[in-house]
């Protein structure tokens, strides 16, 4: 089947109610987080661990259910893949169509956070076309932050501020990179004490990406800082900002980041996969795989006097994957 | 000398001085921020690495000497702590006396953050009396976010929301902490790869403190999550918050957990030393050092059927010095 093309005018239109729904959709998780911390969302339930994720479970459902109503509602001819209703699925192939344009939610991206009330909490909404990201909608309402894109109309922060922020000019990508770059990175689920298991693959990639140049048999990186906010949605949209300079992340789904990758794309910055190849100085850098669960984005960067802001992009790529392990996440029909 | 004492009326009047400075203080920040990111702030600057930290430097200059000013113009015989003037000074023994009004004052925690624009920066101020944080005021002018306390006053989020936010009632520590906790840390800028050197040893506390139970010899923590923000200060008040449970860390200084530790012990946290004692089950469990460079906050607390918020607190720091390796970090004078 071919796929389906859209006119200028219907992206618009499609644009601009995706923004709408994130608001709708941020001001519902915002009013949630609210009744539960003035103790009027079943009291009882914040004084057991499991009762806690129990209001989270009832909050998610609901908002992710207002969107999609919203959506069929509006373009019953669209398809939906929402991090909610995908769980309750019988398995886990990869369900994203080239064909069908298709709406690709997370109705809330840093659950833990959400829990806890840290504000690193938000909606993520984004629509495909042809399987790739084209309209990207993040709204953090804790923060008072919308991130928006849609393909060939800039990336935006709060709809007035374009995205990077810094842009006379955009910086280049630092000439020793991955030293002078924010890292940014995510522990995860997956806690097994297995020797080569994914968590000692991580910290080995971090601490790499960490130690001093010349450290750690000269993997070390010294990069400026290390982050880790718990959310793969925030991480990517900070990345689009220029506020990171890195994202390294394995383990997440097509969901947490079909939103940021099309603002961080639309922002001019580069995904690609986590996993270095067999020759990370020669290898071809291609574009992410949607739902590869393998991600290393870069941010937007401009030209310097030596090479162009791509050409920075891919360097500081071979470096990073010089220093991290490949992990181990792979994923049906991706 | 003995120490000053104030009324309460003297306190309201400084308190309201000191939340009034930190909003022009953090206004300040942002508006040299907007200026990087319009470009109007010497746009050359943002092309090297080293210009940022040039202009970076500035800024703090600036607000620190803006803070200065105020203080010593509204209250000329209390003494002033902050983190440029000390930077200049010649020896880093801990200045802070009993005796004196002292206010400690850092213009821009979080300065990688800001060179960067991530949004986690902020000034922090703190009023001391007979060397103990009695008024903190954190700004985070890119966040909107103000944490203000002051001694008996309780410890409030945009002057409108008191701290801890979950309150109706404020939950307990998990029955089976760290597990359940959201666990905040910072790698920080001691890179060394050393065996044995203050990066690995955090390294591998926070490989205890995220492994799954029984892993890592039976010191797996198995934390609901780790998060790293890059500011101490920010640290500091999210655990104030109740977002974060547990903060650890060692390096910083006073003025980066002045104000951060007057919000949390008025919120109803904790905060001791992040090196483990000889016995980590029975050692009595003391207020931390302020300039001790050591530092491990316990966030508010509830009772349970079981136990007070102080015996859960305190049941938390010794699960955490049971993982954690003791760091390397001492201080002449504190």
């Not at 893949?81 to 169509?97: C, H, M, N, P, T």
Request: glycine letters at 10%; hydrophobic letters at 40%; proline letters at 6%.
């Amino acid at each position: 089947m071919a796929t389906k093309t859209f006119t200028e005018q219907e992206l618009n239109d499609i644009y601009a109610f995706a923004v709408q729904l994130g608001k709708d959709a941020g001001k519902l998780l915002l009013e949630a987080a609210r009744l539960r911390w003035n103790g009027e969302n079943t009291p009882e339930a914040v004084e057991k661990d499991s009762s806690v994720d129990i209001v989270t479970k009832t909050d998610e459902v609901d908002v992710e259910l207002f969107i999609k109503t919203s959506i069929n509602q509006k373009f019953p001819d669209h398809a939906f893949v929402g991090e909610e209703s995908y769980s309750k699925g019988a398995f886990r192939d990869y369900l994203i169509s080239d064909s069908t344009p298709t709406w690709c939610v997370d109705p809330l991206d840093g659950t833990v956070n959400y829990t806890h009330l840290f504000p690193m909490f938000c909606v993520s909404i984004a629509f495909l076309v042809g399987g790739k990201p084209v309209i990207g909608v993040i709204n953090a309402p804790f923060l008072n932050q919308l991130f928006t894109a849609c393909g060939g109309r800039g990336a935006w922060l709060n709809e007035t501020q374009r995205l990077p922020l810094i842009r006379n000019p955009i910086p280049p990508m630092p000439t020793n990179a991955p030293a002078g770059c924010v890292f940014s990175c995510e522990w995860g689920k997956d806690r097994k004490d297995t020797p080569g298991g994914n968590l000692h693959r991580k910290v080995e990639s971090f601490l790499n990406m960490a130690a001093e140049v010349g450290g750690r048999a000269g993997k070390g990186g010294m990069v400026h800082g290390i982050r880790s906010l718990g959310s793969a949605t925030m991480d990517l949209a900070y990345t689009a900002m220029g506020a990171f300079d890195i994202w390294w992340e394995g383990g997440c789904w097509e969901w947490d980041v079909a939103a940021g990758i099309a603002i961080l794309q639309e922002a001019g910055g580069l995904i690609t996969t986590a996993n270095p190849p067999e020759n990370p100085s020669t290898a071809q850098i291609e574009d992410v795989g949607l739902g590869s669960r393998l991600y290393l984005a870069i941010r937007p960067a401009g030209s310097s006097s030596t090479e162009s802001g791509r050409q920075g992009q891919e360097r500081t790529v071979r470096e990073v994957w010089r220093r991290v392990r490949a992990l181990d996440y792979n994923r049906p029909g991706a």
